[in-house]
């Protein structure tokens, strides 16, 4: 079975700061697709970025990249340039290619932002 | 917009009495979710709909049930609600890669029961 693993409950980092969230995951499979989500203190889980894993290019979003390394089976997200708005719980995610209706997900790292 | 919506936001319920919480999307996902979120955990996966078929995890409670009358929406019952039971209840939906959709899933903003 698969499991992903964020080992940093919590993380704290300044404004305009770069944080990297750490997430490895283990899996038998070699096609699958990985995700961070962000729940803020509302609550609603939004997804900040997807990675395919045939992909080697790493993805970005704006401020937000990942460090996806394969054969580690590790799947970091970089945050640039953070600001309060980024304060929430990040979730990383995992999700067969070829079961396509569930998705696993870590334990989440809480991350605050300081002024 | 497109999106998942959740009544109601807050639901209080006492104990033992059965509570109904609903979930609509707009966005023709073919895919359902039912999640249970306790503070400061990850989303734990009761059961989902693929189509019409329910897909129940196997250490999901019997107090929990739930429907799928039509593609838009969907019902988690819980029937006996306990003091373990009082949560943040997530919906969420996707489109399968079947039907040449995303991989994603789409969430509600939640609804939050607490129980007497």
């Known amino acids: 079975a698969q499991t992903v693993t964020q080992s940093q409950p919590e993380m704290s980092v300044q404004e305009a700061e770069t944080v990297t969230l750490s997430c490895t995951y283990d899996?038998?499979?070699?096609?699958?697709?990985l995700f961070w989500y962000k729940q803020p203190p509302s609550r609603q889980m939004i997804l900040v970025i997807r990675q395919e894993a045939y992909k080697q290019q790493n993805a970005t979003e704006n401020r937000f990249s990942v460090n996806f390394q394969k054969a580690a089976k590790s799947f970091s997200l970089k945050i640039s340039d953070s600001q309060l708005g980024d304060a929430a719980m990040y979730f990383c995610a995992y999700r067969s290619a070829d079961r396509d209706d569930k998705i696993i997900f870590g334990k989440g790292t809480r991350l605050h932002i300081l002024p | 917009d497109a999106m998942v919506i959740q009544n109601p936001r807050y639901q209080v319920t006492q104990f033992g009495k059965p509570v109904t919480l609903s979930c609509s999307q707009t966005?023709?996902?073919?895919?359902m979710y039912w999640y249970q979120q306790k503070s400061s955990q990850a989303p734990k996966l009761l059961f989902h709909?693929?189509?019409?078929?329910?897909?129940n995890e196997a250490d999901t409670p019997d107090n929990f049930q739930s429907r799928r009358p039509n593609t838009s929406f969907c019902f988690l019952d819980i029937r006996s609600p306990g003091l373990g039971d009082a949560a943040m209840y997530l919906c969420?939906?996707?489109?399968?890669?079947?039907?040449?959709?995303?991989?994603?899933?789409?969430f509600g903003p939640g609804t939050r029961l607490t129980v007497l």
């Open positions: 966005l023709n996902h073919n895919v």
């Open positions: 899996t038998s499979e070699s096609d699958y697709y």
């Open positions: 709909y693929y189509d019409k078929d329910f897909n």
């Open positions: 969420a939906t996707s489109s399968s890669f079947l039907s040449s959709g995303t991989d994603t899933q789409y």
